[in-house]
């Protein structure tokens, strides 16, 4: 048992050495910009977050109006509207004609 008590009172140190040192290394880095598209044209778009046009979801387009959204890939190919803002999309743009979007699959409709 006293072998035990030494063996865990030098081990203690170590372990918390190695622990201060993972934690201050750091994690993965998220990544700082994201795909957008123009809902209106369809103009796909690299953006950083929480900068400047993506500052608030919809982002601000070239003409001023915000009708830029994330997108992410789709399972069949092609791009989607972020699930997380597909209501934001339907809200806005329910009675819009015209768009790029198909607004039953949040799919962009590319030409």
Known sequence: MK????????????????GLVLFLRGGTRL????????VRTGEMMSLKLGE????VIPGVASDGERTLFPVTRADG??????????AVF????????GLKIDPGTFMVIED
């Open 31 to 38: 990544p700082s910009d994201a795909r957008f598209v123009d």
């Open 52 to 55: 400047g046009p993506a500052r």
């Open 77 to 86: 190919g092609g791009w989607m509207i972020e699930p997380h803002y597909q």
């Open 90 to 97: 339907s809200q806005r743009f329910a009675d819009a004609d």
């Open 3 to 18: 072998h035990l008590k030494y063996a865990l009172i030098a081990l203690a140190p170590i372990a918390l050495i190695v």
